[in-house]
C-alpha cells in the first residue's frame, strides 16, 4: 500500500522559517518524481515546487522563488520544503503528491499518489 505522510507543519510568524517534510512508503520511490501542492482558504489547489527522480531538476511557483527549497534523499524515501522568509500568504495546507517517471511533473491530476496534507499557518 502507497501512502504519503506529510509532517512538519504549523504556527510561523512571518519572515520566519519551517521545512515541511514528506515520506514515502510501499513505492520504488527512486522511480517517481515528486511534487508540492498547497491550497489555502478558500483558494484553489495551486503548484509549489516540484524535484525529479535524483532531485537534479527542480521546479518552482513564482510566488515562492527565492525562498522555497526542495530536496530529496532517496535513501530515506523523503521529500523536504525549505520555507524561508515565510509570507501570511503562505498559509494554507501543503500537501505532497509523488508521479511515476522521472522527469518534473507540476500538475495535481498527473500524480499518481497523494498525501493527505499538513498545515502551515503563517501570522502576521
Known amino acids: 500500500q502507497v501512502q504519503l505522510v506529510e509532517s512538519g507543519g504549523g504556527l510561523v510568524q512571518a519572515g520566519g522559517s519551517l521545512r515541511v517534510s514528506c515520506a514515502a512508503s510501499?513505492?520504488?520511490?527512486?522511480?517517481?518524481?515528486v511534487g508540492w501542492f498547497r491550497q489555502a482558504p478558500g483558494k484553489e489547489r495551486e503548484f509549489v515546487a516540484a524535484i525529479a527522480w535524483s532531485g537534479g531538476n527542480t521546479d518552482y511557483a513564482e510566488a515562492v522563488k527565492g525562498r522555497f527549497t526542495i530536496s530529496r534523499d532517496n535513501a530515506k524515501n523523503t521529500v523536504n520544503l525549505q520555507m524561508n522568509s515565510l509570507k501570511p500568504e503562505d498559509t494554507a495546507v501543503y500537501y505532497c503528491?509523488?508521479?511515476?517517471?522521472?522527469?518534473?511533473?507540476?500538475?495535481?491530476?498527473?500524480?499518481?499518489?497523494w498525501g493527505k496534507g499538513t498545515l502551515v499557518n503563517v501570522s502576521s
Open positions: 503528491a509523488a508521479a511515476v517517471g522521472h522527469g518534473l511533473v507540476t500538475t495535481w491530476d498527473a500524480m499518481n499518489y
Open positions: 510501499g513505492l520504488t520511490f527512486f522511480s517517481y518524481a
